[in-house]
């Protein structure tokens, strides 16, 4: 399977621990984004890296949330301390940057967060 | 925050008929794109079309572009229940897609 991979698929943890998801993007894809997709909304935009530089990070991101990608190919969100309100679908999607933005997203199946 | 807004919010129609989902936005853009997600499901990519073009093709899927109105079309023509999906556009003018919250498409056989 050469598509984005996350892992893991679910999580299910208690108001407060901490929680870190995987994402694997598509090897030779230098950009890599993270969403956050909540029941019957759109994808909202968390942050995303071009090679191993975070270049944009979303107001909705509060400081409890960190991305790190350290070698440019895979790459981490942690959630610390979490809420119920983190409760959601996170998405991880891929694409390689040319010119502009002119090109496609690849983009993994999720990893769906209950905060119980 | 989302930029696009689809139109309907939900569809409902019968095998064989057309569906068509419109896209408004606010700002100007590099291109837009349309993604598909199926319940529970990531997105997957359908088409992109760039700002200076008008109208785009692919299989059963046809996309317009109006920039001076902001808004974009997708037509889907003769359905089949395996199109029953969400439908999102994505809006891009820097180096992120912004989605708009969707239209769930509900294919009736």
């Known amino acids: 399977d050469t598509g984005v991979s996350q892992d893991p698929r679910h999580k299910i943890t208690k108001r407060g621990q901490n929680v870190t998801f995987r994402c694997d993007p598509i090897s030779e894809h230098n950009r890599l984004y993270w969403y956050r997709q909540t029941l019957g909304q759109g994808p909202e935009f968390l942050t995303y890296f071009q090679n191993e530089a975070q270049l944009e990070k979303s107001r909705l991101l509060s400081d409890r949330f960190s991305a790190e990608r350290p070698k440019g190919s895979f790459s981490t969100l942690e959630i610390q301390r979490t809420e119920q309100g983190d409760s959601a679908m996170y998405l991880c999607?891929?694409?390689?940057?040319?010119?502009?933005?002119?090109?496609?997203?690849?983009f993994g199946q999720g990893t769906r967060l209950t905060v119980v | 925050s989302q930029q696009g807004e689809e139109d309907p919010q939900a569809l409902s129609i019968q095998e064989g008929e057309n569906a068509t989902m419109n896209c408004s936005y606010k700002t100007s853009i590099n291109n837009l794109q349309w993604y598909r997600q199926n319940s529970g499901r990531g997105l997957v990519h359908l088409i992109l079309i760039r700002s200076n073009e008008r109208e785009k093709h692919s299989g059963r899927l046809r996309v317009t572009l109006d920039t001076s109105k902001k808004s974009s079309s997708l037509l889907i023509t003769a359905s089949r229940a395996a199109d029953t999906a969400s439908y999102f556009c994505?809006?891009?003018?820097?180096?992120?897609?912004?989605f708009g919250q969707g239209t769930r498409l509900t294919i009736n056989p």
């Open positions: 994505a809006t891009s003018n820097t180096q992120k897609l912004v």
């Open positions: 999607a891929s694409s390689l940057a040319g010119q502009g933005w002119n090109t496609e997203a690849f």
